[in-house]
Structures are given as C-alpha cells and as structure tokens.
C-alpha cells in the first residue's frame, strides 16, 4: 500500500511538473517573441476583424476589404470573427501566417452559442436539466463542431444572472441564481476546453458579458444597469469568478454602464477584481464596437478619448470597433497609456494562441476531412436528443395524463411551434440549417405506434414574412381562421398535444419585450380545444419565462420544451411517451404577469414581510393586492412520472460545519431521477440576506420504492457572503437549513453556527 501511495504521488508530481514546464515554455516563447515585435505589430494583436468575404475566393476591390486584407498580410490583425469552414479558415490564416514579418496566427471566434450545426436546446433550456455531465458533453460536442470547422474560439457562455424575463437574452443564460449559473459555467467552460487547448477538438471558452448586462433598466437591452454592491458581488459577479477558477481563457465585457460607467472602460471590473484579486490570466475581448459605444454613451470626447478609456480599463481586444487600429500606437507614442500595458495585453493574446497551438501548425483547425466526417451526423444527433430530453421540465400533469400511450387511438396535434422545423432550432443558431429540426408533429408520428391516427392542424399563427437574426420580427394578422379545422381535429382526438409559447426570434440579443404573456390568439384557441377535449397536453416553447396563469390553471399537464434544438420533436416524443421520465428543474422562475418582473426566489425580508396584517385584511405589508409575491411555477419546480417523498431531515453541526442529511424515497411504481436542493438562510447577519438560496444540489435516480440517505457538507463557502467592500465574510448565528425538490416545497430545520 505505500508502494502504490509513493508512486501516486510520483505520478501526480510529475504531471504537475509537466503542465508548470508547458506553461514556462509558452511564457519563454511568448516573451520572446514580443522581444521581436514593433509597436505597430504589438498593436495588430489587439485588433479583432469582422469575416466580409470568402476567403476562398479573390479579396473583394472596395477599399475597406482591401485595407483588411493588406493589414492581415503585415500582421497588423490579431484576430478575425465570423470567418468560416475549414477552408476559409485555412485561406485566411494563410494570409496572415504567409505574409507577415513574423507569421504570427490568427484566433478565428463565432457565437457558438448552443451547437455548431447540431442545435442543442438554447442555454437556459440545457441549465433547466440541472446536469453537469449532460451539460459538459453537449458543450464539448459544439467544440468538436466547431473546431472541424477552423474556429478556435467560442464567445460562450453567458453567463449573467438574470432576474427579468422582459430581458431578451435569458434565454442565453443559466437564469436567476448565481450558484446554478456558477456550475452550468463549470460545465460549458470544461466542455469547450476540455483539459488542453491544445487538442484540436477543443476551443477556448469566453465568459462573457462582464458585467451587470442582465439588469438593464426595465429589462431593456443595452440599458443602463444601475446595482448595489451587495447585488454586483453576491449575485452578478460569482458565476464569472467561477469561470476564472474553471479556467476559461478569455471574457468579454458589456454593452451596459454600471452606476454610470461603461463596463468597456470599468477598470475597477477589468483591472482591480478580474486581472487582479482573481488573477484572471486569459484575455478580455469588447463586444462588439463597444469601445466606439463610448462616445455615445458620453464618457468619451472622441474615439481616440475611447480607445485611452477602455484599454487602460483592462479591455485588451477591440471587436470591430476599430478603434484600437486608429489611435492605439499614438496613444503610446505620446505617452497616454504606457508601452508596459500594450505587452501585458498582447502577452495574455499570444498566451492563448500558444495555448491552442497555433504556433505549432496554424492549419491544425483547418481539417476538411474532420468538417465532413464530425459536424451534423447521428451521433452528434443522439447527444443532441439526451440533452434536449434532460432539458425539459414537467410543470404540470394533473390526473397522470402523462405519459401518453404510444398505441393510443388518436391524437391531435395543433399549433405553428408543433409544426415548425424551424422555430426549435432556436436564436443565435450558428450554422444550424434552417427548417432542420425535427417538428414535435414528426416527432409524435416517429414514436406512436402505426394504429395511432395523428391529425395536424396549425390552428394560429404569432408571425409572418421576414424570420431572421438581425431584423424585427412581423406580428401575424390572426383572423382566427384555422380555430374552425383545430377545433374540428381536437373533438374527435382522444387526446391532443398542443404546443404553444414563442417564436424563436422573440428571444436573443435585441429582443426584450414589456408583454411576456402568449402572443396573437394562442389562448383563445387553447381554452377554445379544452371545451371540446379534456385530455390536452400543453408543449411549451419559449425562451424565457412566460406569464401563463391561465395555463397553469385550466391545462390538465404542461411540458416546458424550451427551444429544443435539431432533435427537439423526437425529444419531445421521448418524454410525451415515456420513454424518458423528465427530470428537469425550472432555473427561473415563471410568473402570473409582467407587473412581478424582476421576479426571483432569493428576495430580501424585507421590515414588512407577511404579518397578522393579512390575516386581518390590512394592507400594510409588502405585497401585490391583486396576484400573490410568488409565481406561479417556483425556481427549481419539475415533475416526474415518478413520485418522491423526503423525511428525516438531520443536522449535525461542528465549529464551522453542518453536516445535511435527508431520506429521499421514490413512492411511485417507475425509476425516476430526482434534483434533491439545500438552500440556507441566515437569519441574523451585518448584511441583510435572502429569505432563502440555493448552495447545493445532487441528482439521483431511485427504482421504484427505492429509499436512499442523501448528504451534504456545508461550510463557511456555502454559509458566509460578501460584504459592502467585497470581501467574503462569515458570521456566527442562527441559520435554517432546506432541503427539496423546489424553493417552495422543502423540509427545514435550524442550527446555530460558530466559525
């Protein structure tokens, strides 16, 4: 036994000696190399193009493609965006590697935002399966995608806290609490970068927005963000310092000002927390034309004021704004920003090529036979399946009319989402080919069996015309003209699935909305279905939380789909038939209407929370009078078709430590996977806390009557806060442990603590 504990311990040394050697060398290399770079070429470096022509073909004779075409060839570019194929990449790079002084490669990023070519569901949908794993493949999936075809950089995850579901870009996060948001980070992060950059099937992650973008003023994109210190390091900020401890080689800042400056040019954000308190050694990218925002925003007097702001603010690469390319070597010339803090930017830059391999084989991306063999094929079609199934969340299913019964007579299926192939793929689809996915109407004929008689009927219609990335989507003039043959399929169905929600393009960046209720005539045409069919099931598809108290009321079972991805309706049709149990686990929290937007489960006290006020009919503690604080579907609800109970809630406390446990019994007939959640509230402390937060979870899968012991250990990590000065404090008190299935539905004890 020592043997093997000597040897172990060999071992570990000696990997460790090997990544510490692979570090000093990249370090010795990229020193060198700078030692060898004028400050034209050291400014090239912090330049980020956008792709305006195929590479493979000749350079387009307007001037601006002409001037970036002859600015990649004297290696004054150091990265490109939106350019494309393994081909295109290997055109380019060749471009620069080939003709400039030193041959220094190109980093090629893209939004890679929820797959490459195979869509998986949007990242609000993967962080409702509450899974790292699960999450963590799909993430390494889009690298392998994306990295065949000759791009190394993804600008993902985001990973903003989001507390409004007016905000578009929810949809692109992990939701409302910051410690799910810090493990889905985890698990993106790890997934695009694997465990070495340098292996060709992995690219490098960014987090991304820093910081504050999610609280924009009345959920409005780009719109001022005005916090507290208490909300920027509690809540806002963990995720991304999760991310920094996950490795990820490179952030992006934001569109947003905090409490009145720009986070482009946020030095104490970029410099004194991320670079600095964190150690943060990877690269900050702006969004894009940030930097040139700052005129606009009005903390800039011209572009050149612009471009001395954000670079002495930490913001090392300017994405087409081109700002950096103008006036960054006069600005060092003339002693504006010191030449010291132009290497520290470039040495971060060339830190993460070294990293990826570039200066080995700068082609290495560049594989058209990796493009042909591992993008969009079934097997990047079966993970795409397990990640959607794992993805969707069981709101509702009164009477058991789930799981339906795949040799059932007949079945209804109504709704443009039920069949659109399009609308599952989602926003921000990268190179998804529109009309790919698989519809839920495929998906429900894939899995019945050849008896079952399935009806389409489209019923409504929420858009028309143009459908698009870039352009305001067209509200259709419902005249309710498909009611007549829905109604008609539905009577003599006997049961019908009805999808309903959004348009894929009502969500993403640009895309807030003051109305998160169901447009055009969605309901009308559901309560119409249920007076002539009892048995309907509601398919949900949507990208943020929507205000559907009617729903929740009068549908007897709903499935939260999100946007599913290419293989949306087949997982659909797992789930709908049983063929997977759902397991999935609300990240946000849905609510009656728009009027309780911000809306999250982690809220203060408040000095009037309910009292013998109600009880007594007065009117003086905080509350709505018209719809109650909490929504109508809570953080971390999701059904089973199996059923759990908890009991046996114990505490055992030492200085500094509660030991949590907890029986989890399934009581149902069928094995199902349980979320088990501990959330903790510490009653009294220097700084009011919320009434309760999320600080653990573990999933488990129980056969039927299977009982099983679940613990946790919390510490000071999982019990202090951060205080006023943004340090992380701890305080002796009285705290009260949770554990469940919800926020709303949990066993509690309490404990006084001493650390």
Not at 59 to 82: E, W
Not at 426 to 447: C, D, F, H, K, Y
Not at 544 to 560: D, G, K, S, T, V
Request: hydrophobic share 40%; with cysteine.
């Amino acid at each position: 036994m020592k043997y093997r504990l000597l040897v172990g311990a060999l071992m570990i040394t000696s990997a460790l000696s090997s990544q510490q050697l692979k570090t000093a060398q990249i370090t010795q290399k990229v020193d060198s190399l700078l030692s060898l770079m004028t400050l034209a070429e050291k400014v090239g470096q912090t330049n980020m193009y956008n792709g305006t022509w195929e590479f493979t073909g000749p350079v387009p004779k307007d001037g601006n493609n002409q001037l970036k075409a002859d600015n990649i060839s004297n290696g004054y570019v150091g990265g490109m965006l939106n350019v494309l194929t393994a081909d295109g990449t290997r055109e380019a790079q060749k471009m620069a590697v080939e003709n400039s002084r030193l041959g220094i490669p190109l980093i090629f990023g893209y939004d890679v935002i929820h797959g490459y070519k195979t869509m998986l569901p949007v990242p609000i949908g993967q962080s409702s399966s509450w899974d790292y794993e699960g999450v963590r493949q799909g993430a390494a999936l889009a690298a392998r995608e994306t990295a065949a075809s000759g791009v190394h950089w993804t600008f993902s995850p985001m990973i903003d806290v989001s507390h409004d579901a007016r905000w578009g870009r929810i949809m692109e996060g992990a939701g409302e609490d910051p410690y799910l948001s810090s493990v889905m980070a985890r698990a993106w992060i790890k997934g695009y970068q694997g465990d070495d950059l340098s292996d060709p099937t992995t690219i490098a992650a960014c987090a991304k927005h820093f910081a504050g973008y999610a609280f924009a003023e009345a959920g409005r994109d780009y719109n001022t963000a005005d916090v507290s210190r208490q909300t920027l390091y509690n809540v806002i900020l963990p995720p991304f310092k999760a991310a920094v401890e996950a490795g990820a080689a490179t952030f992006m800042n934001a569109f947003n000002d905090v409490g009145g400056v720009p986070a482009t040019a946020d030095s104490y954000l970029q410099r004194d927390i991320l670079k600095g308190k964190w150690g943060f050694d990877g690269f900050m990218v702006s969004d894009w034309g940030s930097i040139g925002e700052l005129l606009t925003h009005g903390v800039a007097r011209d572009s050149a004021h612009a471009g001395l702001l954000a670079f002495s603010a930490g913001s090392d690469m300017d994405m087409e704004a081109r700002i950096y390319e103008y006036y960054l070597q006069g600005l060092v010339e003339k002693g504006a920003i010191d030449e010291a803090l132009l290497d520290d930017a470039v040495r971060r830059i060339l830190t993460i090529k070294y990293q990826l391999g570039l200066f080995d084989d700068p082609y290495r991306y560049s594989d058209t036979s990796r493009e042909k063999n591992e993008v969009y094929n079934d097997q990047t079609k079966a993970i795409a399946r397990d990640v959607a199934r794992k993805s969707m969340v069981l709101l509702k299913n009164q009477g058991d009319l789930l799981p339906l019964d795949p040799n059932v007579k007949s079945i209804a299926v109504i709704g443009q989402l039920a069949g659109s192939k399009d609308i599952p793929l989602g926003n921000w689809r990268a190179q998804a080919v529109p009309n790919s996915a698989v519809s839920l109407e495929e998906g429900i004929r894939n899995a019945v069996s050849r008896k079952t008689k399935v009806t389409f009927a489209q019923g409504y219609t929420i858009t028309e015309g143009r459908r698009d990335f870039v352009h305001e989507l067209k509200w259709a003039n419902d005249t309710g003209e498909g009611f007549a043959e829905a109604i008609e399929v539905a009577k003599s169905a006997e049961v019908v699935v009805m999808a309903v929600g959004e348009d894929c393009y009502q969500t993403g960046e640009g895309r807030s909305q003051s109305d998160i209720r169901l447009v055009g005539r969605q309901l009308e045409l559901f309560q119409e279905i249920t007076k002539v069919n009892s048995n309907v099931v509601v398919v949900l598809m949507n990208g943020r939380p929507l205000a559907i108290p009617e729903l929740a009321e009068q549908a007897p079972a709903i499935l939260e789909t999100w946007f599913a991805g290419s293989e949306a309706g087949n997982a659909t049709a797992d789930v709908l038939f049983g063929k997977y149990n759902p397991s999935g686990k609300l990240p946000v929290t849905f609510p009656h209407n728009v009027g309780q937007e911000p809306l999250h489960y982690d809220r203060k006290n408040t000095g009037r929370p309910v009292t013998n006020a109600f009880d007594n009919g007065l009117v003086f503690w905080s509350h709505y009078t018209d719809v109650p604080n909490e929504g109508v579907f809570p953080f971390g609800h999701g059904l089973s078709y199996a059923s759990f109970s908890y009991s046996d809630l114990m505490l055992k406390t030492s200085r500094g430590v509660v030991e949590v446990s907890v029986n989890v019994t399934n009581t149902s007939e069928i094995t199902g996977k349980e979320t088990v959640q501990v959330y903790i509230r510490d009653r009294v402390a220097s700084l009011a806390q919320p009434i309760k937060k999320l600080v653990d979870f573990k999933q488990l899968s129980l056969k039927p009557g299977e009982s099983r012991e679940v613990t946790f250990t919390l510490n000071g990590e999982d019990l202090g806060f951060y205080d006023n000065t943004n340090e992380f404090i701890v305080e002796d008190g009285l705290f009260d442990i949770m554990v469940g299935t919800s926020s709303e539905s949990y066993l509690k004890q309490s404990t006084d603590l001493t650390f």
